[in-house]
């Protein structure tokens, strides 16, 4: 690693974090002394490739804090196999979802509905509340689980993949209006690779329309509002109807290629209802593959003919500047070559005219001729004294200005 980092001008720490982001295997502690003597083991070869993976880097590019944050990677004996079921996850726990918890309730919380923020922005995509946390997370654990032994995968988005997640919005029921809250966003989208069609999935906490009562500072249910039974003192209450956390999970998936956009919802009819069903969801969500693909295909389609179009315009413009550049570089050459002969026939004129002059001064005295060689000079500075050939030989013809 040291004389590898060397030639890319990285530590040997850093480009280890590179091999791991890449899935490169590299040599383990003590290969170099086993090998050495040799006992070394035999190099393994590249794992596949698998949907959504990065193959490639460039120095100062910035990588992953993988050391922080759930590897991606698989090893090549549990790759997913298109239609067939995989036991990649021996363990209970999904790799996305590896101490997320606590990283979920270090953080702050949205202005409405006390939805949580986490600080740390590498993590799956939950939108829920401290009281729903637990239970998201063991539905997003169980669903990721079941994709993965499904032969699909469930990872972060890599770097470039054009995938753009819809706004959040929590309310069961949405209306026209916009919804307003200062959600958090991950900085790389949860994706799942469903036969090599990246979706987006957000899972998130409904909230309710909900009458609630405002009672000396903070709101209370309508429901469980109880009148005081004296009416000694001010109270200052109102109702208004909010959107209030529910408990209840929606699943979204999402798929998008520029300005494509396709999306779905599952709705819990009451809390924990998606684990329950969580084989029938699963296969759900499989049939939205051809959906999401049919999108993304059209959004691939559309760039394509959205950059023939700008490239046809580059073109044009190319060629238009071009030819706005041979004209002016003709225009300034006319110019200035005009520019030339005016001034050289001006010197003629002037030359003729001052040979006739002294043809015609025989007879002046010395005060008067001083005075006529005076004027002679100052005429002649007047026009310049630059010679004629000289000043031809700087022009430049059209095609040296271009």
Known sequence: MLSVGKRFNVSSSYLARVCTHLNVPRPARGYWAKLAVGKAPPRPNLPEVQPGEEISWEPNGGIPDVSHAPSNMAKKSDTPRKGKATTRHTATEHALLAN???????????????????????????????????????FANQFFLALERRGHRVTFASVGEQITRPPVDTRDKPDKTHSYNNFWSPARNTVLYLNGTPIGITILELTESTKMRYVNGKYVHEVDYVAPKSTRGLVDHWTSTQDIPSGRLCLQLYASYYDTKWSRQWKETRSGDFVKKLTSLVREVEDCQEDAASTIKLGKEHAEAEKFRYEAMRRKWKEDEEEKRRLNALKESYTELDALIEASEKRDRLERFIAKIEREVADLDEHDMKRLQELINEARQLLGNDSTIENFMNWRFPRERI
């Not at 918890?101 to 919380?109: M, N």
Request: charged share 30%.
């Open 100 to 138: 997320t918890r606590a990283l979920f309730l270090v953080g702050r919380l949205t202005h409405r509905g006390d939805y949580l923020k986490p600080a740390k922005r590498l993590l799956p995509d939950l939108q829920v509340t401290k009281t729903t946390l637990d239970v998201a997370l063991e």
